[in-house]
């Protein structure tokens, strides 16, 4: 979680084209990283799904921030922490 926020409290202060376009990217980095690799170990195993959850909730803020709704399947947490970015980027 605190990586993500970190992610988005970091672009505050940049235009919407940019936040999307850097979400984009970091939503195919994820899906990438989550769909790479072998699954041999347990290690490797919770790797991938971490990536998926980051891919997932991206994906989420993403959708948030293009679209301008809450996407259905959102954490509350992410909806929360979605708000106060917009917040803080309309002031």
Same mark, same amino acid.
């Given at each position: 979680m605190k990586e993500i926020e970190g992610l988005l409290r970091s672009l505050v202060d940049v235009d919407r084209d940019m936040l999307i376009s850097v979400l984009s990217m970091e939503v195919? /980095? *994820?899906?990438?990283? !989550?769909?790479?690799?072998?699954?041999? /170990? *347990?290690?490797?195993? !919770?790797?991938?799904?971490?990536?998926i959850e980051r891919a997932a909730r991206l994906a989420h803020i993403l959708a948030y921030f293009r679209d301008g709704g809450i996407p259905a399947g959102m954490s509350e947490d992410d909806r929360e922490l979605c708000i106060a970015i917009a917040e803080r980027r309309s002031s």
């Open positions: 195919q /980095t *994820a899906t990438k990283i !989550a769909m790479s690799g072998h699954q041999r /170990t *347990a290690w490797q195993r !919770a790797k991938r799904q971490g990536a």
